[in-house]
């Protein structure tokens, strides 16, 4: 058997990373795609590696050379890589694909080893490897029958979303016996080039060969294997995620703050959002809109404002809406004058956000990091904090203080002096969240210096649709901040759910209820697993100690590398003076089981 390598294009959509060399000179993580392809294929005993060549062949050519670890290599050149397709590539190799059984391999592609050996090793004789369609992919897709017969290929143009569950993408990988490449692929490969042209692309020549109702192709699905095929900066970004080493892949997730839907198969444990009201009507009456509201200008404050009062039942005087909490976040702390007050661990947002030198600290002196108001007065009494920020619940440990006890926080705050900064992104996750709200008129009027906090991405599970929320009858920050935010800081789709939201105002509340039904099942699930301190939390997460001889940075890079799970270190996060500790979110219970089982399968081996 030999390998034949595609590698003559120009890869213009990598911009400056192709612009001295060809695409499989690439460095995936310090790695060229071409060292990693080579070494995979010297493990398969192959008579040869034929590279067609192209843009950039002569480095290419000096940098490989004529030997790779004892695999031979071989050179066709492509002379007019900038006016033909890989049809023309290939065809110019149809000659040296006649002579053995042939991989046939894209040069832009980075893959598991695993792969090889599960194409090379199916008795199978022609073979394209696929992987059921997921959102990031492009190019050909094909469909398969029962018995994995090839029998379409999708070309772009006869994409249809509607069928996407019937699709399976080509990945670029083939396997062709010496008799297929002569007695069809080839003759049909000339017969194509002479009547359409060269500027086409192979898989053209073998969506032909299938009409003929012929079953000598057969596709081979991937199953939990990795693989990207990288044609711009953005696949690059991604490829480097997926194939991190154990040193950096977590830093490669954690750095990308959200955006895990190109990676569809990894459960995210990270982010903190409500699992069942995205499963409302309100998202199909969204989804009905999208076309209108992609298309439209969203309005501006002063209407966004009203809508905001009226889904949160405050005087529009009273309310700012911004671009998820992040930016009135953002936008409150360059306002807040004075020293800031913060309970560690925390939400690190609010003291990112301010200089180490305005911050005073209070860490509770227990082992759940439980404190309630009085502790706060306490300490705040003898260390004085122009402004107090209160997490309630907070994050990570889920300690909850109940609004009674924060309405006599706001009392004592009113009375020294102190700005009470209360966030309850996360309170209607808590036990009888109805009553534990402070976004009513009446409570922000009586305590006047108090702002509230608001993030409508997590107990309304649309982190995407970037929406928050402040509240305060102090009228002038507020006005101050609607001023600091831009003329339109929400866009169509976050204005269009403040529209329709109170038609779904029940699901909502039904959802909430699901959540706590769930958070309650899942906290007795993980209290079964021998190394996880659990402790109580009125939010959509639990905090876990870590217990020995386990430690989280392993346990977070097992859980992610063999079992595709990201769930978050909090062991660096101040407060917590070097423990172990793992913040683990709650999602749908399927999720969680999922999440469970991992558990206890690493419960049953030794820890690494």
């Not at 004592?412 to 009470?420: I, K």
Request: with cysteine; glycine share 4%.
């Amino acid at each position: 058997m030999q390998a034949i390598i595609l590698a003559a294009g120009m890869g213009k959509r990598l911009g400056e990373y192709t612009k001295q060399n060809t695409k499989c000179m690439v460095e995936v993580n310090g790695r060229k795609l071409i060292d990693r392809m080579l070494c995979q294929l010297s493990h398969l005993h192959l008579s040869r590696v034929v590279m067609v060549v192209g843009y950039e062949a002569q480095k290419l050519m000096d940098y490989v050379g004529n030997d790779y670890r004892g695999l031979k290599i071989e050179y066709v050149m492509n002379p007019v890589f900038d006016k033909t397709n890989n049809i023309y590539s290939l065809a110019l190799a149809k000659d040296k694909l006649q002579v053995d059984d042939t991989l046939l391999i894209e040069s832009d592609l980075i893959f598991d080893d695993e792969m090889l050996h599960k194409l090379v090793n199916h008795p199978f004789p022609n073979l394209a490897l696929v992987a059921k369609y997921e959102t990031w992919m492009d190019g050909t897709m094909v469909c398969i029958d029962a018995d994995h017969h090839i029998v379409n290929f999708v070309t772009k143009a006869a994409f249809n979303y509607q069928n996407v569950d019937q699709y399976y993408k080509t990945v670029n990988i083939y396997k062709f016996s010496k008799a297929f490449s002569q007695q069809k692929y080839v003759p049909f490969l000339e017969a194509y080039c002479k009547a359409v042209g060269n500027n086409e692309y192979y898989e053209n020549v073998l969506r032909i060969i299938t009409f003929l109702n012929s079953q000598e192709l057969k596709a081979l699905p991937i199953e939990n294997e990795k693989w990207y095929e990288i044609d711009d900066k953005q696949d690059l970004d991604i490829a480097e995620a997926l194939f991190a080493d154990e040193d950096h892949i977590l830093k490669k997730y954690y750095g990308r703050f959200g955006g895990f839907w190109r990676f569809p198969k990894m459960l995210d444990f990270c982010y903190l959002v409500n699992p069942y009201f995205n499963e409302s009507r309100i998202i199909d009456e969204m989804e009905a809109n999208f076309r209108t509201l992609i298309a439209e200008y969203p309005s501006g404050m002063k209407v966004n404002t009203l809508l905001a009062s009226k889904c949160w039942g405050v005087k529009e005087d009273y309310i700012v809406p911004g671009n998820g909490a992040a930016e009135l976040i953002k936008a409150l702390m360059e306002m807040l004058e004075g020293t800031i007050g913060v309970t560690r661990p925390t939400f690190e947002e609010y003291p990112n956000r301010t200089e180490a030198d305005r911050l005073v600290t209070f860490v509770p002196e227990n082992p759940d990091y439980r404190y309630s108001a009085a502790d706060l007065m306490e300490y705040f009494g003898t260390h004085h904090a122009d402004n107090l920020i209160l997490i309630n619940p907070d994050n990570p440990s889920g300690n909850f203080i109940p609004t009674a006890d924060v309405l006599k926080l706001a009392e004592w705050c009113e009375s020294v002096g102190t700005r009470l900064v209360v966030d309850e992104s996360f309170v209607d996750f808590s036990e009888g969240y109805l009553h534990n709200s402070l976004l009513y008129d009446h409570i922000l009027e009586a305590y006047p210096h108090m702002l509230v906090m608001k993030s409508i991405s997590k107990s309304y599970g649309v982190p995407g649709i970037r929406l928050g929320i402040l509240c305060s009858a102090d009228t002038h920050i507020i006005s101050g901040i609607k001023k600091k935010v831009s003329i339109w800081n929400i866009n169509s789709f976050a204005e269009f759910f403040m529209q329709i939201f109170t038609k779904y105002e029940k699901e909502y509340l039904k959802a909430c209820d699901k959540f706590i039904a769930e958070r309650n099942d899942f906290e007795a699930q993980l209290r079964q697993i021998g190394f996880l301190r659990v402790m109580p939390s009125q939010a959509n997460y639990f905090l876990c100690e870590i217990l020995p001889p386990y430690n989280a940075h392993a346990l977070v890079l097992k859980m992610l590398k063999q079992y595709n799970i990201l769930t978050r270190d909090c062991s660096t996060k101040g407060g917590f003076d070097g423990k172990q500790y793992m913040r683990i979110a709650v999602r749908n219970h399927a999720d969680n089981a999922r999440l469970i089982a991992a558990f206890k399968e690493i419960e049953n081996q030794q820890p690494s």
